[in-house]
């Protein structure tokens, strides 16, 4: 009878488990994305391994951690509105890529007007025994990013379908409290770019502009750790403590008790004043 727990996969797993806590004490999604590549590689023996991370504030996709192949002098940028992006990253579970149109419509997807840039995988694409595994990374209902694998030659197995499913959720753990991304421009100048989209207060032409004095000063966003924002975006989203416990993994008490600390942090005594509250100081999902 063969075990299905070896000392090896004790050890993957030991590794990817100190990866992930890592990466929890960064706030910049490169230092995330690049320290956590090489661990996602050797927990899936996959050769390939690529992680891209949502922009809203610049409303664009980038790839920031690569493994396997060329990396480039600028940042790989994806406008988070391009088309054929729509389809991998609004796909509710892993797709496991064998066909070699599959294959390559996948990584159009991913480098968007930018195709020139993927002769790095186009081994993968081109050769039959090789497969792609791609999967969305989320937040609550919110897409973060995604995780990209190339297999070796044999290509994957069914097992590796379930595995790219706990690896995102990994990866969308270790992301959870990024703040900033480092890019790269065409000249290797770096540029920090905003991780969350800010909040725009509409203006009208014919309304006057206020004087300093009358400006409203709007209640103070209270800091919130990366489970916080988690647990209160699924409370915008209208689910219930079950249905959030499901969605990340957590007991229902561990729910109630974030919940708890939320309206401590907001100064709320209702879900409803929460919700209002947190909306007042800006904290809100995307939509």
């Known amino acids: 009878m063969s075990t299905l727990i070896t000392p090896a996969s004790l050890e993957l797993s030991h590794r990817l488990l100190l990866a992930v806590g890592d990466c929890l004490e960064q706030h910049d999604a490169r230092d995330v994305c690049r320290r956590l590549v090489g661990e996602l590689a050797q927990a899936s023996s996959a050769p390939i391994v690529s992680l891209q991370v949502a922009l809203p504030a610049a409303r664009q996709f980038a790839t920031l951690g690569v493994l396997g192949f060329p990396h480039f002098a600028s940042t790989l940028l994806v406008p988070l509105a391009w088309e054929p992006l729509q389809p991998y990253v609004h796909a509710p579970q892993p797709l496991w890529l064998r066909d070699r149109d599959e294959k390559q419509a996948c990584v159009n997807a991913l480098t968007g007007p930018h195709t020139d840039r993927a002769d790095g995988v186009s081994a993968i694409v081109g050769d039959r025994s090789r497969h792609l595994l791609f999967s969305p990374l989320t937040r609550g209902d919110q ?21 790219c499913r706990v690896l995102a959720r990994a990866a969308a753990c270790a992301l959870r409290n990024i703040t900033r991304a480092t ?90 004043e929460l919700l209002a509250k947190a909306r007042a100081a800006g904290v809100a999902p995307l939509t």
């Not at 990209?148 to 097992?159: D, K, M, N």
């Not at 509409?202 to 919130?224: E, I, Q, R």
């Not at 990366?226 to 993994?249: H, P, V």
């Open 183 to 272: 890019v790269f421009d065409e000249h290797g100048k770096t540029h920090v770019v905003d991780c969350f989209e800010r909040a725009e207060i509409p203006t009208t032409a014919t309304s006057p502009a206020p004087a300093a004095g009358d400006l409203p000063t709007g209640p103070a966003s209270p800091h919130l750790t990366g489970r916080q924002r988690d647990i209160l975006w699924s409370l915008f989203a209208g689910k219930s403590n079950a249905q959030i416990a499901e969605d990340l993994t957590l007991s229902v008490h561990t729910v109630r008790t974030h919940r708890r600390h939320l309206l401590t942090a907001f100064d709320a005594h209702s879900s409803a």
């Open 143 to 163: 897409i973060i990013g995604s995780l990209l694998l190339g297999s070796s030659e044999g290509g994957f197995r069914a097992h590796h379908v379930e595995l």
